[in-house]
């Protein structure tokens, strides 16, 4: 009954997940190779289309106005997740193309 309470009076949080773009381990996959096997891979950064996916999501972000209303965002600590993070929701809606990378 009090978790209606607390919906109720507006103090509930919102929790967005987001799948990760595409990684270079990505890219080696898809020609037939096995990304796992290599130390390259263990720590992939984002490949061209995945810098992409994450200039198109900051975008959706910011004209949705979520972004104005983020409280906190947690992210693994590797690479292309990081990228993504800092990618989609960094700054304010007035920087939504100031994605960088590739």
Not at 22 to 30: S, V
């Amino acid at each position: 009954m009090e978790g209606i309470a607390v919906a109720q009076f507006g103090r509930h949080k919102l929790l967005h997940l987001v799948r990760h773009a595409q990684g270079r381990h990505n890219l080696e996959a898809e020609k037939c190779r096995d990304p796992l096997t290599s130390f390259e891979y263990l720590d992939a950064e984002l490949s061209p289309l995945g810098w992409q996916q994450v200039r198109d999501q900051r975008k959706d972000v910011c004209s949705s106005g979520l972004v104005k209303g983020i409280e906190v965002v947690i992210s693994s600590p590797m690479s292309r997740t990081l990228q993504i993070t800092v990618g989609i929701f960094h700054g304010n809606d007035e920087e939504a193309t100031t994605v960088n990378g590739p």
